[in-house]
């Protein structure tokens, strides 16, 4: 799932990553507009007049880094596990800005994407912030 994912994000397959969300059934769940799918929402997001979001590139390169097993998920990044390390903030160079990453380090908390998806292969979730 991780592979397909990745696929359909750097081809921009807006509709590839929604039908991925729900392949087992609709589960994903991802951050903002609780009314609208995953794939709108990101595209909107991305095509922001004044601050477009870089949603889909994220969501590849957080996919690229180290993840964690919780229970029966795989989670990405190792940055959003309970006793993330330096090193593992320090992995999110180049994704997000450095003050963000500094905050994060600051507050022990990892607020950016993060991925999980299923032992089985069901993408679960993709959310941002808190």
Not at 3 to 12: N, Q
Not at 50 to 69: C, E, G, I, K, T
Not at 94 to 100: A, N, W
């Amino acid at each position: 799932m991780r592979e397909r994912i990745i696929k359909a994000a750097v081809a921009c397959d807006y509709a590839g990553l929604q039908k991925l969300g729900d392949e087992k059934g609709p589960s994903v769940r991802f951050s903002y507009d609780p009314d609208q799918d995953m794939a709108t929402t990101w595209r909107i997001q991305e095509e922001w007049k004044d601050s477009p979001q870089p949603v889909l590139a994220r969501l590849v390169q957080v996919l690229n880094l180290p993840f964690y097993q919780e229970g029966n998920l795989y989670w990405w990044p190792t940055a959003f596990r309970e006793g993330a390390t330096e090193a593992d903030f320090a992995l999110l160079k180049g994704i997000y800005p450095d003050s963000m990453i500094t905050d994060m380090r600051k507050e022990k908390s990892y607020i950016g994407m993060r991925v999980g998806i299923s032992v089985d292969g069901d993408w679960q979730a993709a959310i941002q912030g808190d």
